[in-house]
Every structure is written in C-alpha cells, then in structure tokens.
C-alpha cells in the first residue's frame, strides 16, 4: 500500500511540474504584407454596397 501510494504521489508530482510550466516567449513572427489587394477587397464590397442600396432606393421611388 506504501508503495502505490508512493507511486502516485511521485507521478503526481511529476504531472503537475509539466502542466505548471510555461512555454518560452516565441521570437518575432515574419510580418505578413497588407498590399493592393485588401484596398480593392475594400473598394469592390463598398461599390457593391452602393449599388445595392441605389437599387433599393430606385425601386422604393418606383413603388410610390
């Protein structure tokens, strides 16, 4: 009984030493480019917004 309860206890103190310690900082990532290609995401979701928003007022006066 000494011994399992030993066993455990040494296991124990083992397991939780691993899951207490932290990682080390992690170095400087590579930095990603933001180019063109996020503006005219940008540009194209607002032309898109605009159309449909001209669309909905168009039909609106129409209905009136």
């Not at 063109?36 to 607002?46: E, F, K, Q, V, Y």
């Not at 898109?48 to 909905?56: D, N, Q, R, S, V």
Request: proline letters at 6%; aromatic letters at 4%.
């Amino acid at each position: 009984m000494k011994r399992l309860l030993l066993s455990i206890s040494v296991i124990v103190a083992l397991g939780t030493t691993v899951v207490y310690s932290q990682p080390s900082l992690p170095s400087n990532p590579d930095q990603a480019p933001i180019d063109g290609g996020l503006g005219l995401l940008a540009a194209a979701g607002g032309a898109y917004a605009y159309k449909k928003l001209k669309g909905k007022k168009n039909q609106e006066d129409a209905s009136d």
